[in-house]
């Protein structure tokens, strides 16, 4: 028979019927031969179908924190994984200090499938396409062609955890349960620091639309002659404040005494309100104010919390014996993110003219994040002035200039280091310290000034060469290092809804007239349930308090594992051997009766 092209199967009329399925028909639902054809005319709907395989789990098929059941499906081609939430966290043994794992095996379900029935719990379906439109299964040696019905794909209805990817676990010794000590404490002072009020205020109680004022630093009208050249030549505050539209927090900096004099500067802060760029604090708006008691002009940028400024962070010491060198890494971070900012704005034609160590802020501990501040100020102070406006070649030269003066000054952690007296010192002094690619550009940037052709952003950007790579590679292991901590406390509140539906049921005191509910049927074994979760303890008699147990416990709570507990009575007369997804049966069904209790006197 292999001898035909056209067809595997030979087509007689002398022959009488066969009991095989004509494969044309089967295919397209016609045939060439007709109702001479020897072979039957079966469509696609009267076709046999083949034995369909059930789900299950097969011992020692799960292993790992994270259990992946395949399953077989009716048709070959569609793999489908069903996922189970048993996290696997170190436990630490009763009344000793070793830590023991899961473990990585468990027993094969015995029973129906369930829909709380731990691992065999079906979740939720979720349609997916078909993967082409026709399809086809061998039985008894014959191919069958069809059509496929609706194909399904399953997603899990509970969490599923993994431990933390290998190349952050292999960095550092990471906590089993909690974030960082370092990184919590990070996060805890910014917001404690959105939160802060000052002891006594006289500031207004709201300007325009934001209220709730707090200063960020001291006015700048007792500030020296220097240092208020760098504030715009005008008296300045810094205040936190929250915006009464959105209730974010932003940063207000008022210029005390201020009387615009064109309606024109708008044009000009609509510049800057353009650029957004992760190194530069952006300006949302503009608005003038007697609020303060006098003609103020107040703008307003996005609050960054916990941020301070390069010179309270460099330069605040000055140059004492045995200070610790700034690393080399930490000054080319500075040079790329200083430059990147410059580079957006030189590029749409303006120039910042604000790059001075208290103008500058440095968020974050490990990897620093620079953010130049108070972008736009000085364009809109000097719009419209007596005195001609310099053309923006010579700003931007001078932005080049007080770049490499910043870096000069924080190279060597000395606010002096730049002025001309010490100016030829500090440049060997630099030399002597660090590498001559940094001395370089820092050398070019304060040339900047000098006679000879404008120097360019763009011309500093090659001097930086491979370094960049390296600050990329750092962003990605600090991105990554937070994933991982972001995965850890995504879902905390699913552990947190199964103790409060425990704390609901447990103990309560009536239940639609009944005094003794909680203490009787499915909630009595909750409430032993509490005591095995909490109330554990030693041979001793001290009470054993372990998270491990705690965690791991919800966790099988939560996904319903087949596993049996016992669970004893406070009088220890009785114990009963309960499993995980009996108690969660139990759960919903307290819950659920509490729940429609609590509807039905709402919608009366």
């Not at 000098?450 to 960049?468: A, F």
């Amino acid at each position: 028979y292999k001898s035909f092209n056209y067809c595997p199967l030979i087509h007689t009329m002398n022959r009488g019927q066969k009991k095989s399925v004509c494969r044309y028909f089967a295919a397209s639902g016609s045939c060439y031969y007709g109702n001479q054809c020897q072979y039957q005319h079966i469509g696609p709907s009267h076709q046999p179908t083949p034995p369909r395989r059930t789900t299950g789990l097969v011992p020692g098929q799960m292993a790992g924190p994270m259990a992946e059941v395949q399953k077989k499906p009716d048709h070959p081609g569609l793999q489908v994984q069903h996922m189970l939430s048993l996290p696997r966290h170190p436990a630490v043994a009763r009344g000793r200090g070793k830590q023991l794992k899961l473990p990585r095996e468990l027993p094969a379900p015995s029973g129906p499938v369930t829909p709380h029935s731990g691992v065999n719990r079906q979740p939720k379906m979720r349609t997916a396409k078909p993967l082409s439109t026709q399809s086809q299964v061998d039985a008894g040696g014959t191919t069958y062609f069809y059509s496929p019905a609706q194909q399904s794909s399953f997603m899990p209805e509970y969490s599923a955890y993994t431990q933390p990817p290998a190349n952050i676990a292999r960095q550092k010794t990471m906590p089993g349960f909690s974030t960082p000590e370092g990184l919590r404490q990070e996060l805890l002072q910014r917001q404690a620091k959105c939160l802060s009020l000052p002891a006594e205020s006289t500031n207004p109680v709201e300007v325009d639309n934001y209220h709730t004022l707090c200063p960020l630093e001291p006015s700048t009208s007792t500030h020296t002659e220097q240092e208020s050249h760098w504030t715009f030549g005008h008296a300045s505050t810094c205040y936190r404040a929250v915006c009464s539209k959105d209730g974010l927090y932003y940063c207000l900096r008022r210029i005390h005494g201020f009387r615009l004099t064109s309606g024109k500067a708008v044009l000009e802060m609509e510049k800057w309100r353009k650029l957004q760029h992760t190194n530069l604090v952006a300006l949302r708006e503009m608005f003038t104010t007697k609020a303060f008691g006098d003609n103020s002009l107040v703008f307003v940028y996005d609050y960054h919390s916990g941020a301070e400024s390069m010179q309270s962070r460099h330069l605040q010491h000055g140059r004492r014996a045995g200070l610790v060198p700034v690393p080399e890494d930490l000054l080319w971070e500075y040079v790329i993110q200083l430059v990147s900012a410059l580079r957006v704005v030189h590029s749409s034609g303006l120039a910042l003219g604000c790059i001075h160590g208290t103008k500058v802020l440095l968020s974050g501990k490990q990897c620093p994040r620079l953010l130049v501040n108070c972008g736009g100020i000085l364009d809109i102070l000097t719009f419209g002035g007596p005195s001609p406006t310099p053309s923006p070649t010579v700003q931007q030269q001078k932005d080049l200039v007080a770049a490499g003066q910043l870096l000069l000054c924080v190279a060597l952690q000395s606010p002096s280091a730049a002025q001309p007296e010490s100016f030829h010192h500090s440049l060997e002094t630099l030399a002597l310290r660090y590498s001559p690619d940094l001395h370089h550009i820092i050398q070019y940037l304060l040339q900047s000034g000098s006679k000879g052709p404008p120097h360019s952003v763009v011309d500093v950007l090659p001097m930086v060469g491979g370094r960049v790579y390296t600050s990329l590679e750092r962003s990605h292991n600090q991105q990554d290092f937070l994933e991982a901590q972001l995965a850890r406390e995504v879902e905390n509140g699913r552990m947190f809804r199964l103790l409060a539906k425990l704390g609901v049921i447990t103990e309560r005191p009536e239940f639609a007239g009944d005094a003794q509910w909680s203490e009787t049927g499915d909630r009595y074994l909750l409430k032993l349930f509490r005591d095995y979760l909490f109330h554990q303890l030693l041979p001793s008699g001290a009470p054993w308090v372990d998270l491990a147990h705690i965690v791991q416990t919800l966790n099988k709570l939560d996904a319903g594992a087949p596993e049996n507990m016992a669970l004893h009575s406070r009088d220890e007369q009785s114990a009963l051997v309960v499993s995980y997804a009996d108690l969660r049966n139990c759960l919903e069904s307290a819950f659920s009766d509490i729940l429609q209790a609590a509807h039905a006197e709402a919608d009366s």
